[in-house]
């Protein structure tokens, strides 16, 4: 019974590269959130979504970050262009049902820019 | 926007000593969750309370929802090393689409 799975672990980029999170829900989870950490802060939303739909994404930067969760496969979290600020830890978080529900957090992607 | 206020931010305590985090929402919320985070880890579900007054125990953390579901407490009697993290409230506002997380309390505990 796997959790949430988000690889890769780690991720180092220089300035000016693209990164690639990916998030696989728990399985029977139609609901996918994004979260972003700060060293020593708190989880900020960044988007929810359900397959095919982007239902929220009021916490992400309109500009570089894109988010999508297609019909097969995992969710992924696109960041353009990296700058040193995009430096964080990255959750991928999923529920079962409506918005509001308890979830269930992978174990993060470490963003790192060089 | 809906905030969610914690404190306090950082606590430390002797082992076996008491510890209270706070966690006050500008709007009425749904419902509140708890979550745990070790250090290098995730956040963790610990529970959530819904009805108005709820109190909820689980060992030694005990729980609350404030009457107008605008606050909640956590309290950790005699504190182990086990203990150590950080402790996260999330409160989900009726209609909303998302969970708001408050900053955290980061507890270390001195053995």
């Known amino acids: 019974n796997a959790g949430v799975m988000q690889n890769p672990r780690h991720l180092v980029r220089r300035r000016g590269q693209e990164a690639r999170l990916r998030c696989s829900p728990m399985k029977g989870h139609s609901h996918v959130y994004w979260y972003r950490q700060l060293p020593e802060e708190g989880l900020k939303f960044m988007v929810y979504l359900q397959k095919e739909n982007i239902i929220d994404e009021s916490g992400m930067p309109k500009e570089r970050f894109s988010a999508e969760f297609p019909k097969e496969g995992p969710s992924i979290l696109r960041i353009q262009q990296v700058v040193r600020g995009d430096s964080a830890a990255y959750f991928c978080a999923s529920s079962p049902g409506r918005p509001g529900e308890k979830l269930f957090f992978g174990s993060g992607t470490q963003l790192s820019v060089l | 926007g809906q905030q969610v206020m914690q404190i306090p931010q950082y606590q430390h305590v002797q082992e076996g000593e008491d510890f209270t985090t706070y966690c006050n929402s500008s709007?009425?919320?749904?419902?509140i969750q708890w979550y745990k985070q070790r250090p290098g880890g995730h956040p963790v579900f610990l529970i959530q309370l819904v009805k108005s007054g709820e109190v909820k125990k689980q060992k030694r953390l005990t729980f609350q929802f404030g009457e107008a579901k605008k606050n909640s407490s956590l309290h950790i009697t005699a504190t182990q090393t086990t203990d150590v993290g950080t402790y996260f409230c999330a409160g989900a506002v009726q209609g909303a689409q998302k969970l708001v997380f408050g900053q955290g309390t980061r507890l270390t505990i001195n053995p």
């Open positions: 709007t009425t919320l749904s419902n």
